[in-house]
């Protein structure tokens, strides 16, 4: 099944408390991913900033909201119990407890309160609820960013299409050196881009120390690049005696393409326009940074007492 939202995980996890006992984070999550027939690749998944696991990251906001509304516990760090209230909540055997249920706790509404209308004595960690929300705060940003990067790739392809040939050779040379191929953007990477290249647009250095060559066909192509593009730039490596190319397009490659690109001996690396304007936001190339947001969280090793 997919995995559960940070809602749904609130009576599930109330439950797994009902014996009075205290237990971590830790074993709710394990406790839980089986509840819910979770896989292992399910219980790995990442949020897209690669921090966190989406099912812990999950549990964890049941857990916040669950102690906002004194349901639960913290008897001492890292570990969690029910409360009598959170008892007598599960006697009346709820269909289901998220953030409308919890709103008849006065020390729920209080933090719902103060979370709307943050001020200087608010903590940062502290979001903003949204009752009718299913993702958690960090998966809220996430998307808000993933989104944003979106539209940023956009933007990039409509600028490198208004740029000249020459142009975009020599832009796909930067971004290959940004990513660590020869070293400095002198000594490692050259544009050819003259008549009679034999389809080649660039040559770079694999290493800093040129021991290998990689050669380099760049188009600005607004329709899919198919096979028999494909095909012209592996007959222009071999006439090069090359081994290793990369062909960089603005647009994209036919099915047949990279099914070609997989099958031949040479080595032909297929980048397509989504890729690199990716590459171009990963590497810093045509792009700057507009503003900066930190997720911080508590330190639990500064508090842990020796």
Known sequence: MAIPDYQTCMLPFLRFLEDCEEHSLREAEESLGEYFQLSATERAELLASGQQRVFKNRIGWARTYLKKACLIEAPKRGVFKITDRGLKVLSTNPLRIDGKFLEQFPEFMEFREISKKPNENTLASEPALNMSATVTPEEEIERAYQGLREQLAQELITVILSCSPAFFEQLVVDVLVKMGYGGSRRDAGERIGQTGDGGIDGIIK?????????????????????????????????????????????????????????????????????ALSALMIDFDVGVSASASYVVKRVDSDYFEEG
Do not use: M
């Not at 081994?243 to 397009?249: C, S």
């Open 206 to 274: 694999e290493d800093r120390l040129g021991l290998d060559t990689i050669f380099i066909q760049a188009k600005r192509w607004q329709g899919s690049v198919g096979r028999p593009e494909i095909q012209k730039f592996v007959g222009a490596l071999q006439g090069q005696r090359a081994k290793k190319g990369v062909f960089i397009t603005t647009s994209t490659f036919t099915a047949d393409a990279t099914d070609y690109a997989t099958r031949i001996d040479t080595k032909v690396v297929l980048i397509d326009g989504k």
